[in-house]
């Protein structure tokens, strides 16, 4: 395992974060990339390096290719290689559909959907002939409706579909593609929903399983599709729900 590496996007905070933290914990050196929360990017690469693990801050929009580019440049030159990709950086306008405007559109599609296609392009060059691992992280909204999810639901519905091309494309290259779709959290990210309080509370009292999801939850998920027991799931989106996308 020594030397491995993983890149994850929007690593700073929030289930990101919990990821890098986790890969690290395995033994995977780290690329934490971020887009504004500079602190929280050096306080997560602080807590990684006390690990003994080497740790790549980054600062890049993702919905920039060229930003991408550059992000990517900087990793072959740290590390030289790349094993894992976690495309968790997501962003969006929380409005209904008859409010937005075309920037809301480009906006939440570039960073949702547009950089994994152009993040993968770039990761699978630094990829090892034994392989490697791409999981993205989606959401409910992709299949369901949500009020004022309209970019974002469309985005991680666009971003589901480009799994299954590069897991169909990739698999001769032995990278594995994969999603994760995770429930409502009660993470930092929710704090901009404006029906917040209603989402948590149809969590709380619907879920099948008797809780909300947690971040650790999710992370569970990405570290069993990064692992050799994953190899033969390939395009999938594993809902990480509690069963609450099965009811009304």
């Given at each position: 395992m020594t030397n491995k590496v993983a890149l994850v996007?929007?690593?700073?905070?929030?289930?990101?974060?919990?990821?890098?933290?986790?890969?690290?914990?395995?033994?995977?050196?780290?690329?934490?990339?971020?887009?504004?929360?500079?602190?929280?990017?050096?306080?997560?690469?602080?807590?990684?390096?006390?690990?003994?693990?080497?740790?790549?801050?980054?600062?890049?929009?993702?919905?920039?290719?060229?930003?991408?580019?550059?992000?990517?440049?900087?990793?072959?030159?740290?590390?030289g290689r790349l094993d894992v990709f976690i495309n968790n950086a997501a962003s969006g306008v929380l409005r209904p559909a008859m409010e937005l405007e075309e920037s809301h559109w480009n906006w939440t599609m570039n960073i949702n959907s547009k950089a994994l296609l152009f993040c993968a392009q770039e990761a699978v060059k630094l990829m090892p002939e034994e392989g490697g691992r791409i999981v993205s992280i989606s959401s409910l909204g992709s299949i369901r409706y949500l009020d004022n999810y309209t970019t974002v639901g469309v985005?991680?519905?666009?971003?589901?579909?480009?799994?299954?091309?590069?897991?169909?494309?990739?698999?001769p290259r032995k990278i594995v593609v994969n999603a994760v779709s995770g429930g409502a959290i009660d993470t930092e990210a929710l704090t901009h929903f404006p029906n917040r309080e209603e989402l948590l509370e149809d969590a709380r009292s619907k879920t099948p399983a008797g809780r909300m999801v947690e971040i650790d939850d999710l992370v569970k998920t990405i570290l069993f599709l990064v692992s050799d027991d994953s190899s033969m799931i390939c395009g999938q989106t594993i809902i990480v729900d509690g069963g609450r996308s099965l009811l009304v």
């Open positions: 996007t929007g690593s700073s905070r929030g289930v990101g974060k919990a990821a890098a933290m986790a890969l690290a914990e395995k033994g995977y050196d780290i690329v934490i990339n971020y887009a504004r929360s500079k602190k929280a990017a050096q306080e997560t690469a602080a807590q990684i390096e006390e690990m003994g693990r080497k740790v790549l801050i980054v600062r890049a929009n993702v919905g920039d290719n060229e930003k991408i580019k550059s992000m990517f440049e900087q990793i072959k030159e740290h590390f985005s991680k519905a666009a971003l589901e579909a480009l799994t299954r091309y590069l897991a169909v494309e990739l698999a």
